[in-house]
């Protein structure tokens, strides 16, 4: 399983890193994990053409998230020299295909094809849940403490390998429970602590995950203006993980 990171950003402009986006592969399937703007251009910069894409998998609803899933769809149906002939599968919380039909009654007939639409797949936003991807990767979720639909993600191989991403959160037991046994962790590290805004981690709750639940490394990315960077990465460190910040085109292989 091959995991790059797209955007390791937040929604503050920055010309070095993107908002949050992902890219799992594995035997071939190509599945995108969230996506703000520009993710077309920073897949075409991982190698991958958007419209090859078999599948999607979103955190929450917020724009910073899933922003670029109109121009994808767009583009999936506008590709003349590539036309698509299969769905485009997505998994993402309860509300996602209400919110997918707001889109489409938005741009009405431009975010399908003849041969194809967008099809959703909903996990529930008050327990476990469970899907299988293209690739034969597991995805398992359990609800974030945020908002818009928000699940922590779980990508699990069968060989045994395993992926968790945070996606945006607040202090989460769900977060340490997916997160035991992990080979990696890839959270949020948005704010200092008493931040007055919620709803996202400090260094201090991330060093306790850690220090619960044992993933075998952790990156941790999405950091707003203001958070010292190096002294998140200290107090993580400390709990005997290797952790490092991630950046835009970071690959993790497992």
Same mark, same amino acid.
């Given at each position: 399983?091959?995991?790059?990171? !797209? ?16 890219? @799992? ?31 999607? $998998? ?5 724009v910073d998230h899933c922003g670029e899933l ?17 769905? *485009? ?10 919110? !997918? %039909? ?19 797949? =909903? ?7 469970e899907a299988r991807l293209p690739g034969g990767?597991?995805?398992?979720? !359990?609800? %974030?403490?945020?908002? %818009? ?6 990508? =699990? ?5 395993? #992926? ?14 997916? /997160?035991?046994?992990?080979? $990696? #962790? ?16 400090? %260094? ?8 619960v639940a044992r993933p075998g490394r952790v990156?941790?990315?999405?950091? *707003? ?7 998140? @990465? ?7 993980? =290797? ?7 970071? $690959?993790? /292989?497992?």
């Amino acid at each position: 399983m091959r995991f790059t990171i !797209l955007g390791s950003g937040t929604t503050i402009p920055d010309a070095g890193r993107g908002p949050a986006g992902f890219l @799992l592969e594995r035997d071939g399937a190509r599945v995108l994990i969230d996506g703000g703007g520009g993710t077309i251009q920073r897949l075409a910069r991982a190698g991958v053409d958007a419209r090859d894409l078999d599948g999607g $998998v979103y955190s929450h609803r917020h724009v910073d998230h899933c922003g670029e899933l109109v121009p994808i769809l767009f583009t999936m149906r506008v590709g003349a020299d590539k036309p698509r002939l299969r769905d *485009y599968p997505i998994v993402a919380g309860a509300g996602f295909a209400e919110f !997918l %039909a707001q889109l489409k009654a938005v741009y009405p007939g431009w975010l399908e094809g003849r041969q194809w639409s967008p099809k959703v797949t =909903e996990l529930p936003l008050d327990g476990p849940g469970e899907a299988r991807l293209p690739g034969g990767v597991t995805l398992r979720t !359990l609800p %974030a403490n945020h908002s %818009a639909g928000a699940l922590h993600l779980r990508f =699990e191989t069968p060989e045994g390998r395993s #992926l968790v991403f945070s996606g945006d959160t607040g202090p989460s037991e769900n977060l340490v429970t997916l /997160t035991r046994g992990a080979d $990696v #962790l890839v959270t949020e590290c948005a704010v200092e602590p008493n931040d007055p805004y919620g709803g996202h981690l400090c %260094a201090e709750d991330i060093a306790q995950i850690v220090r619960v639940a044992r993933p075998g490394r952790v990156l941790l990315t999405h950091f *707003y203006p203001g958070v010292d960077v190096e002294r998140a @990465l200290r107090l993580v460190a400390a709990e005997g993980v =290797e952790v490092r910040r991630a950046e835009d085109g970071d $690959v993790v /292989t497992l």
